[in-house]
T-cell receptor
Framework: GAVVSQHPSRVICKSGTSVKIECRSL??????MFWYRQFPKQSLMLMAT?????????EQGVEKDKFLINHASLTLSTLTVTSAHPEDSSFYIC?????????????FGDGTRLSIL | AQKVTQAQTEISVVEKEDVTLDCVYE???????LFWYKQPPSGELVFLIR??????QNEISGRYSWNFQKSTSSFNFTITASQVVDSAVYFCALSEASGGSNYKLTFGKGTLLTVNP
C-alpha cells in the first residue's frame, strides 16, 4: 500500500535551534501534503496545507515565519521549525494525498517527536 | 464549518467485552467522507475505514464494525470481543469531498480505549 516516510522520528535539541522535518511519499505522487501538530493527549490539529510548487496555506493562528513549509517536488514536503522554543515541543505528523486516487484516505507518516530543551 | 465530536474521552473495558466508540459530526456539505483512525502509544496513525456520505451500509471487518446513521449524523465504531492490543486512541475524522478543500481532515478529540486483561 501507499507509504509516507517521515524523518526524523525523534529530535531533541536546544532552544533556538531550527529543525527540519521531511515528509516523502514513497510510491505515489502528492500535490498536496498536510502538516499536523499533536500535543500530549490532544487531537491532531492541522497546521498547514502544503501545495507542490506554490505557497503553503496556513491555518489560523499558525505563524508562517515560525513554521516554514517547502513542497519542492511531488514527493517531498519539508517543515522547518525556526528558532524552536520549548513550547514548540510536540508531535508533528504529515500526511499526503495521492494525486491520482482522489478522495482516497490520506496516508500518514509515522510522526516526529520534537523536544526542545 | 465542520466539526467532529467524540464525547467519550476515555473508555476502560475488560478483555473480551464489546465496546462502542461514538462519533457525531457536523457539516454543511452533502458529499463528504468519514474516517476512523487508530493511534497506538507509538504514535503512528493507522487507517481503519473510510465511508462515503452516500454509502450508509454498515460495515464489518473482523472484530470491527461501523454503524453510519446519516439521520443522526453519527458514525459509531464497535469492537467485538476486545483484546489488549486494541488499547489505543481512536480518532473519528471528516473531510469534505470537494477538490477545492483539498480534502482537509477535521479530527475529533479522540477516545482513549484501554482494554485490561
Amino acid at each position: 500500500g501507499a507509504v509516507v516516510s517521515q524523518h526524523p522520528s525523534r529530535v531533541i535539541c536546544k532552544s533556538g535551534t531550527s529543525v527540519k522535518i521531511e515528509c516523502r511519499s514513497l510510491d505515489f505522487q502528492a500535490t498536496t501534503m498536510f502538516w499536523y501538530r499533536q500535543f500530549p493527549k490532544q487531537s491532531l490539529m492541522l497546521m498547514a496545507t502544503s501545495n507542490e510548487g506554490s505557497k503553503a496555506t496556513y491555518e489560523q493562528g499558525v505563524e508562517k515565519d515560525k513554521f516554514l513549509i517547502n513542497h519542492a517536488s511531488l514527493t517531498l514536503s519539508t517543515l522547518t521549525v525556526t528558532s524552536a522554543h520549548p513550547e514548540d515541543s510536540s508531535f508533528y505528523i504529515c500526511s499526503a494525498r495521492d494525486l491520482v486516487r482522489v478522495g482516497q484516505p490520506q496516508h500518514f507518516g509515522d510522526g516526529t517527536r520534537l523536544s526542545i530543551l | 464549518a465542520q466539526k467532529v465530536t467524540q464525547a467519550q474521552t476515555e473508555i476502560s473495558v475488560v478483555e473480551k467485552e464489546d465496546v462502542t466508540l461514538d462519533c457525531v459530526y457536523e457539516t454543511r456539505d452533502t458529499t463528504y467522507y468519514l474516517f476512523w483512525y487508530k493511534q497506538p502509544p507509538s504514535g503512528e496513525l493507522v487507517f481503519l475505514i473510510r465511508r462515503n456520505s452516500f454509502d450508509e451500509q454498515n460495515e464489518i471487518s473482523g472484530r470491527y464494525s461501523w454503524n453510519f446513521q446519516k439521520s443522526t449524523s453519527s458514525f459509531n465504531f464497535t469492537i467485538t470481543a476486545s483484546q489488549v492490543v486494541d488499547s489505543a486512541v481512536y480518532f473519528c475524522a471528516l473531510s469534505e469531498a470537494s477538490g477545492g478543500s483539498n480534502y482537509k481532515l477535521t479530527f475529533g478529540k479522540g477516545t482513549l480505549l484501554t482494554v485490561n486483561p
